[in-house]
């Protein structure tokens, strides 16, 4: 028989872990997931999905013809630690997609690092791809890095919000560049301003869930989950 070693072997004590990342993925599907475009808002640590020309013929009602927008938000990370905004196109035949496996841990790490994410690529390495085209997106949000030892732990707050699109900010039927995320005049921000106003609204709601042993409300996260544990 013949037998092949993938991972190292774990010696007594187990590893201790340099440059690692946490994160978290979120594959969005806005009806038909093949016209949705993904875009950045940085001053709110968000990055964000929506559908590229603001109509679903699958949907019922209202939505049918302003279908609502996906956030994903950090709220928290560990001290020292940075994080990226990021996401991706699953293109056939043209972006391989980032999942589970051997085969491809080396993508996951470049995606949640921001390292080697896919390209086009933005300037500021606190924001990864930024698509040209809309596709079946997914958004990305990481942390790091960290040096975990055994026993170690770490952690990061994110919200998923979810809101309608502005009426009278959009046309059905016509795309909407996500543009340079650094750009505070864009018009999808115009657009997405419910989405950004309860992404602020859950980051101002943060401290109330979380307590401390007394039943008071306590934050940090992390601080408060670090306390019940030493």
């Known amino acids: 028989p013949l037998y092949m070693v993938t991972d190292p072997l774990i010696p007594e004590g187990g590893l201790t872990y340099e440059n690692a990342w946490i994160g978290y993925g979120l594959d969005v599907d806005i ?53 990226v905004l990021n996401g991706w196109r699953n ?17 996951g790490l470049g995606m949640m690092s921001g390292r080697n994410p896919y390209a086009p690529v933005h300037t500021d390495p606190g924001i990864g791809h930024t698509p040209e ?5 997914r958004l990305l949000i990481s942390s790091g890095p960290f040096v975990l030892a055994p026993g170690d732990s770490a952690s990061m707050t994110l919200a998923v919000v979810i809101a309608e699109p502005i009426p009278g900010t959009f046309t059905v039927g016509l795309g909407t560049p996500p543009g340079n995320p650094r750009d505070p005049d864009r018009a999808i921000l115009e657009i997405a301003a419910g989405l950004l106003e309860r992404a602020r609204a859950a980051r101002d709601l943060l401290p109330l869930f979380v307590q401390n042993d007394e039943g008071e409300a306590s934050a940090p996260l992390h601080a408060a989950r670090r306390g019940r544990n030493d």
């Not at 085209?133 to 997106?137: E, F, I, L, T």
């Open 31 to 83: 009806g038909n997931a093949a016209d949705d475009m993904m875009a950045y808002a940085p001053s709110d640590n968000m990055v964000f999905a929506y559908d590229w020309g603001w109509e679903e013929p699958n949907f019922q009602g209202p939505a049918r013809t302003a279908p609502g927008l996906v956030g994903l938000v950090v709220l928290e990370t560990e001290p020292g630690t940075a994080h």
């Open 91 to 107: 293109v056939s035949g043209e972006t391989p997609d980032w999942g589970g496996g051997r085969s491809n841990e080396f993508r």
């Open 133 to 137: 085209s809309p596709g079946d997106v």
